[in-house]
């Protein structure tokens, strides 16, 4: 064996992760809204890119006045007021009687609202907050006693149980079984052990079931009323249409919302040729506009490709409805465009189609492919939930069906062929509880 140290020339191939390429494969994958944020954060740092909103006009004052002067308006002028939004402190502190409690109280009580989460749950601590405001510990106490009485009812809970109890007392203070069974058997009662309950409390299960049906209408999260919730309304821009017409289903690319992107020509010619550095700055920064022009028109004709592939696969889908969605993966789509399935992946990633049938996201095409008793025929994922909702929805709710009696309804009736863990996996994704906690006592 020679193992002499020397110096020999090998040739080998490999691909390398450079910058450029890094930048495609994240373009790729960005949403409409995320590519946006690049472009213009890119234009920041980039003096030769100019980005251009085509969908934003620049306005003329002249014009815009006078064409409101002479607008008749057709709406009343009260629809034209807009809204003042409250915050949680204000309309809580709006129902305090402020004449019959002190200064310390008021303040106190303040704190305590600072204290409390989007869902009206009190996170804080009592001699925390005594120690930080220099009161006693009863007096904290005190104050959330008083915040608890306003509305909405369970409002300043300190947990799901506290709450659950506060709102049963506002609406039915009568009704103790409710009152009894929230306050010490919590937990078997939410997990549906009621034949323990029942035994205990000598009730009837019949009994149980309608606390638990009056249960489920409380709000568990009290503040949310007061906020309009937490979460803004999200509007979805599609980033193809699909189209029926009379030749066929169409794809067209929306790209209405993502920004034009331009050469800063005046800025080059001002700077160009001035020293050695400047130069080098100006080459780097127009190599770059040149990626990222190149990874868009990329990111383009790939999504074009993929939305167009899923077209061809699922015409039943788009003509009659989510139902009849056949099976297909990444990987087959993949190896018919001859592209990596990683692509597919981040093809997809985030993005909206709007179809006839409604704007669904390109990731819910792709399903796994379930085996039916038919040698010719399989079935998707999507098929079988729908298949298993029906079931349950149909089921006698006295008595209702276990994962291995679906299984075995399913095979009979639709010619599916799944295993009892593939129900109870699929049951979790459509949040549907399990057969005892399904079970109604009537």
Request: hydrophobic share 35%.
């Amino acid at each position: 064996m020679n193992l002499k140290a020397g110096l020999w020339q090998q040739q080998t191939l490999k691909l390398a992760m450079t910058q450029e390429l890094s930048q495609a494969i994240a373009l790729l994958q960005y949403s409409a809204q995320e590519l946006t944020a690049f472009l213009e954060n890119k234009a920041l740092e980039n003096p030769l890119i100019q980005v251009e909103h085509e969908n934003v006009k620049p306005m003329n004052p002249l014009i815009d006045r006078n064409r409101r002067k002479y607008q008749k308006e057709e709406k009343d002028w009260i629809d034209q007021i807009a809204e003042k939004k409250f915050s949680l402190e204000e309309q809580l502190i709006s129902q305090l009687n402020i004449k019959k409690l002190s200064a310390e109280q008021l303040k106190v009580i303040r704190h305590l609202i600072q204290n409390l989460d989007e869902n009206g749950y009190f996170l804080g601590d009592f001699s925390e907050i005594a120690e930080y405001l220099k009161v006693s510990e009863d007096l904290v106490e005190e104050c959330l006693a008083v915040l608890q009485t306003l509305e909405p009812a369970g409002i300043g809970a300190r947990d799901l149980q506290e709450c659950l109890l506060m709102q049963i007392y506002y609406q039915n203070p009568n009704n103790e079984l409710a009152l009894n069974i929230i306050a010490n058997y919590f937990v078997p009662f939410a997990e549906k052990k009621w034949k323990q309950i029942s035994k205990e409390l000598q009730v009837t299960l019949k009994e149980i079931q309608d606390v638990f049906d009056e249960i489920q209408v409380l709000n568990p999260k009290p503040a949310a009323i007061l906020t309009g919730g937490t979460a803004s309304a999200a509007y979805i821009t599609p980033d193809a249409i699909i189209e029926q017409t009379e030749d066929g289903l169409t794809v067209r690319m929306f790209d209405d919302p993502i920004p034009r992107i331009s050469f800063n020509e005046t800025y080059y010619k001002k700077f160009k040729d001035q020293d050695t550095q400047v130069n080098r700055f100006l080459q780097e920064k127009f190599q770059d506009y040149q990626w990222i022009l190149k990874s868009i028109e990329q990111r383009k004709e790939t999504l074009t490709k993929v939305v167009a592939k899923i077209v061809e696969k699922q015409p039943a889908f788009f003509q009659k409805g989510a139902q009849y969605l056949v099976p297909m993966t990444m990987k087959e789509v993949a190896a018919e465009l001859d592209i990596h399935e990683s692509t597919v992946s981040r093809a997809v990633r985030e993005k909206y189609v709007q179809t006839p049938v409604g704007t669904v996201t390109l990731k819910s095409f792709f399903t796994s492919t379930i085996q039916t008793v038919s040698e010719d025929e399989n079935t998707s994922s999507t098929q079988v939930k729908n298949a298993i909702s029906r079931l349950i929805e149909k089921e006698n709710k006295e008595k209702p069906l276990s994962d291995q009696e679906i299984v075995d309804q399913l095979k009979t009736a639709e010619g599916i062929v799944v295993s009892r863990r593939t129900i109870a996996k699929y049951r979790d994704q459509l949040g549907i509880p399990s057969s005892s906690k399904r079970k109604r006592f009537n």
